[in-house]
């Protein structure tokens, strides 16, 4: 079983800044299958990214997605209040299906 | 609209028997995997299994394989998961997502399960 890691744990940051979100699998991920979700207090998760780089339908563009192999980001360009939430990645390129543990992406 | 729509939440006592659902609805339901994810209170995502319902094919992961059944009625659009025998431990939001493109595309409401003496 792959196991993600995902730091940090919390980010705190102030609107308008740039949160990076860091992945880390235990084993490479087949095909770069690599996913990011967002998920509100109360809501059920979002997909932002597949494919470790493409965004899903409606996802703006501040969301971006980078890496392969190992190690994997999600970069939000420029935070907007709607942003902060906590944020999860997920591996699809082998079974069983794997999460991170989340970061919290928090205001400062 | 693509919409998956859970049914409701459900108090057990330890022991008993539930099966909860997700219907689906605006898209071919047989033609798209759908899987289940489990979301422990105040805890993350944990993937429990998927099932094409096109003809049934069920993948589990291997912490819940044995403790869960997953089936679909494609007659009625419809997944099911269940549970033979509960525990408190069972307690946690149950949600259903399809598949498409590999990840977890549209989401479910969640179903709150809550098992307490």
């Known amino acids: 079983e792959i196991v993600l890691t995902q730091s940090p744990g919390t980010l705190s940051l102030s609107p308008g800044e740039r949160a990076t979100l860091s992945c880390r699998a235990s084993q490479s991920v087949s095909s770069n299958y690599l996913a990011w979700y967002q998920q509100k207090p109360g809501q059920a998760p979002r997909l932002l990214i597949y494919?470790?780089?493409s965004r899903a339908t409606g996802i703006p563009d501040r969301f971006s997605g980078s890496g392969s192999g190992t190690d994997f980001t999600l970069t939000i360009s420029r935070l907007e209040p709607e942003d902060f939430a906590v944020y999860y990645c997920q591996q699809y390129g082998s079974s069983p299906r794997t999460f991170g543990q989340g970061t919290r992406v928090e205001i400062k | 609209e693509v919409q998956l729509v859970q049914s409701g939440a459900e108090v057990k006592k330890p022991g008993e028997s539930l099966k909860i659902s997700c219907k689906g609805s605006g898209y071919r339901f047989t033609s798209y995997w759908i899987g289940w994810v489990r979301q422990m209170p105040g805890k993350g995502l944990e993937c429990m299994g998927i099932i094409y319902p096109g003809d049934s094919d069920t993948r589990y992961s291997p912490s819940f394989q044995g403790q869960v059944i997953i089936s679909a009625d494609k007659s009625i659009s419809t997944a099911h998961l269940q549970w033979s025998s509960l525990k408190a431990s069972d307690t946690a939001m149950y949600y259903c997502?399809?598949?498409?493109?590999?990840?977890?595309?549209?989401w479910g409401q969640g179903t709150m399960v809550t098992v307490s003496s």
């Open positions: 494919g470790a780089f």
């Open positions: 997502a399809t598949v498409s493109r590999g990840a977890f595309d549209i």
